[in-house]
């Protein structure tokens, strides 16, 4: 696969992984099925989970290319606030939108 496939890869799979636990009433996609619905603190440690889950997989991808860069907490930052970013349609879609039914 090439660079350009891999940060595309990395970014649709972040994309989609962020608002995963919005969507679903699962823990984690595919545990069990939460009657009333997961409480905001559990979907946002699934949030977390997720992230560290994308971060791997962006690792691993990073390894196969080449050399790895040494991070350091800025980036761990910066790449947690673009992964809270992508989550917001996610979050909009389960706490803001009022659906009539």
Do not use: C, D, H
């Amino acid at each position: 696969m090439s660079l350009t496939g891999s940060v595309w890869l990395v970014i649709v799979a972040a994309l989609i992984a962020a608002n995963l636990p919005f969507v679903n009433q699962r823990w984690l996609v595919v545990g069990p099925s939460v009657a009333n619905g997961k409480p905001l603190v559990g979907r946002m440690a699934e949030l977390i989970v997720l992230y560290f889950l994308v971060g791997g997989m962006a690792l691993l991808l990073e390894r196969r290319a080449g050399q790895i860069a040494p991070q350091g907490w800025e980036f761990y930052a910066i790449t947690g606030t673009m992964f809270l970013t992508l989550a917001f349609p996610g979050f909009v879609y389960r706490y803001l939108l009022r659906r009539r039914g």
